[in-house]
């Protein structure tokens, strides 16, 4: 079992959708980050919280420590919004473990 | 500012064959590390480094060797390039480690080996 699973791997929206995509990891964290990699390959920070939530423009992060679990929220999703969205986890190695990413489609 | 940039950006080797990918920051960031990711896995980090002369191994180091000669620059060298190397190779720079650090990434360099 991975240490960080990602839920779903795949999924297709239609423009307007509210979506989340969800982070379930195994280990002691002092930070989870969520990141955005785009169809050309490069790779973005999106997010990086330790409690609560965080919200910039459209996309909100939240993390329950107790119960291991994190989720990513897109509300009105776009087009523009298809990517691999990555859940990220900062252990007691002080190195980040990755998820292994979910495929977001949103369809106009 | 360039933020972090990687040469090449694809490249096809025989096996046997050996190669350096370059990676570089403008941002004076300390830490830079190098990853690699395949299909159905998460980035998986080769080796990284904590600061100019420094290298440590990450996740994956085998077959594989780094240097940090200068704070900017980080290479990740491949000795003898096997099938298995065939990966899309990511560099990223952080001006920490701590928790609350965020990396920035290159964009990536493609290579395959036959």
């Known amino acids: 079992k991975n240490e960080v699973e990602q839920s779903p791997q795949n999924l297709t929206a239609q423009e307007g959708e509210f979506i989340t995509i969800n982070c379930s990891y195994s280990?002691?964290?002092?930070?989870l980050h969520w990141l955005q990699q785009h169809p050309g390959g490069g790779i973005v920070s999106l997010f990086m919280l330790s409690s609560g939530k965080k919200k910039h423009g459209r996309l909100i992060a939240t993390i329950n420590i107790q119960e291991k679990h994190s989720s990513l929220h897109i509300t009105a999703s776009h087009p523009r919004d298809s990517a691999v969205y990555i859940c990220a986890v900062f252990g007691s190695g002080s190195r980040l473990t990755f998820g292994e990413g979910t495929q977001l489609t949103v369809n106009p | 500012n360039a933020g972090v940039t990687q040469t090449p950006k694809f490249r096809v080797l025989k096996t046997g064959q050996s190669m350096t990918l370059l990676c570089a920051q403008d941002?004076?960031?300390?830490?830079m590390y190098w990853y690699r990711q395949d299909p159905g896995m998460g980035l998986r980090l080769i080796h990284y480094s904590v600061g100019e002369g420094t290298t440590a191994k990450g996740e994956v180091p085998d077959g594989y060797n780094v240097s940090r000669l200068k704070k900017q620059n980080f290479l990740l060298g491949l000795e003898s390039a096997a099938p298995s190397q065939t990966s899309v190779y990511f560099c990223a720079s952080s001006e920490t480690s701590g928790r609350n650090n965020e990396q920035f990434f290159g964009p990536g360099t493609r290579l395959t080996v036959l």
């Open positions: 941002m004076n960031h300390e830490y």
């Open positions: 280990v002691g964290i002092s930070a």
